[in-house]
């Protein structure tokens, strides 16, 4: 059993920043990628961003230049450090890891942008 568990979503003013996080637990599983996805309510879930095993990284367009993911293999853990947040970014925030098997979600983190 594979548990996908995020953390640092949190309320946040224009302009700021904040670093989500994504760890893997449980059954020891290779991931051939790792993503960040956002639900805002009553739209669908769109990615946001995406990072290879290979480390080739895929942005929406909307957040290109202000995110930045990354991930750590040795701990298999995915980052999300998001800078010059707006209130268009407020929306839940899923983690999203992919094995040669199938596709594995996290329970989602809020975040939160005030104007």
């Known amino acids: 059993q594979v548990q996908l568990v995020e953390s640092g979503g949190g309320l946040v003013q224009a302009g700021g920043s904040l670093r989500l996080s994504c760890a893997a637990s449980?059954?020891?599983?290779?991931?051939?990628?790792m993503g960040w996805y956002r639900q805002a309510p009553g739209k669908q879930r769109d990615l946001v961003a995406h990072?290879?095993?290979?480390?080739?990284?895929t942005y929406a367009d909307s957040v290109k230049g202000r995110f930045t993911i990354s991930r750590d293999n040795a701990k298999n853990t995915v980052y999300l450090q998001m800078n010059d947040l707006r209130p268009e970014d407020t929306a839940v925030y899923y983690c999203?890891?992919?094995?040669?098997?199938?596709?594995?979600w996290g329970q989602g983190t809020q975040v939160t942008v005030s104007s």
């Open positions: 999203n890891a992919v094995s040669s098997y199938r596709s594995y």
């Open positions: 449980g059954t020891i599983v290779r991931f051939n990628a």
């Open positions: 990072i290879s095993s290979g480390d080739r990284i």
